[in-house]
Structure formats: C-alpha cells, structure tokens
C-alpha cells in the first residue's frame, strides 16, 4: 500500500503521468541545472516544488526513501533541510521547497549536455577553466558545479541550486 502512495505521488509531482522504473545499473534520474526528472521522460520535478511530494517522488523513482534527513541552521543561507541517500544522493529544501541537489559516488544519472560525469579523471576535462576553492576545484558545465578533489583528481561532486558548503 506505501509503495502505492508513493507512485500516487510521482504521478502528481510529475504532472499527472509515470516513468518506467530503470534497472538498479541505469540511471533512474535526469539532473537538470533547475531540478530533476526521470529519464526517458520530459517531466521534471523543478526546484520551487513542495519538499513532502518531492522526496514521495525522487523516493518512488529510486525504490527507497533517504538514509536520514537533517535541518543544518549554520548555512549562510539560512536553515536548510537535507535528505541524504545511500547511493550519494543529497535534496536540499529551505521553507518547505525543494532548492537544491548535490551527488557524489556512487550515485548514477544521466546528465545534460555540458555537465561532466562523476568519476571524469581531472585529465579528461580538456580546456575547462577549474578555480582553486577550500573545497578543491570547482569549475561551472551543463548549467551545473563540479568540484575536483586535490587527492582523487576526479570529478567528486556535482550540484545545482541552494547548497551548503563552507568555503
């Protein structure tokens, strides 16, 4: 019966229509600079969404809810509501609404063009400018950020939207 609600769910955030679920080695989510949909599909989940109908939503696309979920009211940008995945997913909410995304390893997704994969070796980015951060190295693709860590020399992280990083 949950699973039933949940899928109730993605047809209402969606808009009134469902994606065919992907096999656990596919990606299941198409990230966009503005949200987040499933792939095959031109619905999106946008940021500005509600956080409850969101997280039903990205829950029934994934087959599971988050690991855990957290209000963090040190961000500069005021308090901010993160639900954490086991497969390096992270949604970001503030005042109910759905604002922002950040994944990391193992997370697999199908990105725009522009966007640069996770796990893309620091050598493949070819003439992409990379600016030194406290975090590492950061540079802008695909309407997206995407950090380079110093000890990997690889694309660790990648997010759109309201994040709370400390530089």
Same mark, same amino acid.
């Given at each position: 019966?949950?699973?039933?609600?949940?899928?109730?769910?993605?047809?209402?955030? &969606? *808009?009134?229509? %469902?994606? #065919?679920?992907? $096999?656990?080695?596919? #990606?299941?989510?198409?990230?966009?600079? @503005?949200?987040?949909?499933?792939?095959? $599909? #031109? !619905?999106?989940?946008?940021?500005?969404? &509600? +956080?409850? /109908?969101?997280?039903?939503?990205? @829950?029934?696309?994934?087959?599971? =809810? #988050?690991?855990?979920? $957290?209000?963090?009211?040190?961000? /500069?940008?005021?308090?901010?509501?993160?639900?954490?995945?086991?497969?390096?997913? %992270?949604?970001?909410?503030?005042? *109910? +609404?759905?604002?922002?995304?950040?994944? +990391?390893?193992?997370?697999?997704? &199908?990105?725009?063009?522009? &966007?640069?994969? !996770?796990?893309?070796?620091?050598?493949?980015? =070819? =003439?992409?400018?990379?600016?030194? %951060? $406290?975090?590492?190295?950061?540079?802008? /693709?695909?309407?997206?950020?995407?950090?380079?860590?110093?000890?990997?020399?690889?694309? @660790? %992280?990648?997010?759109? /939207?309201?994040?709370?990083?400390?530089?």
């Amino acid at each position: 019966m949950r699973g039933l609600a949940a899928l109730g769910a993605l047809v209402f955030v &969606a *808009g009134c229509a %469902t994606a #065919p679920m992907a $096999s656990r080695d596919a #990606p299941s989510i198409q990230l966009t600079e @503005t949200g987040l949909g499933p792939v095959g $599909s #031109p !619905l999106q989940i946008d940021f500005g969404r &509600a +956080q409850q /109908g969101v997280l039903d939503a990205v @829950t029934a696309l994934q087959g599971e =809810g #988050p690991r855990d979920a $957290s209000v963090n009211g040190e961000c /500069g940008a005021g308090q901010v509501f993160a639900a954490n995945w086991d497969n390096g997913l %992270t949604l970001n909410f503030q005042n *109910g +609404q759905f604002l922002g995304w950040v994944v +990391q390893a193992p997370f697999k997704a &199908a990105y725009p063009t522009g &966007a640069v994969p !996770l796990g893309t070796a620091e050598a493949d980015l =070819g =003439g992409l400018t990379l600016e030194d %951060t $406290s975090l590492g190295k950061e540079f802008f /693709g695909g309407g997206m950020w995407h950090l380079v860590e110093e000890d990997r020399a690889q694309v @660790t %992280t990648v997010w759109s /939207g309201l994040t709370c990083f400390f530089r």
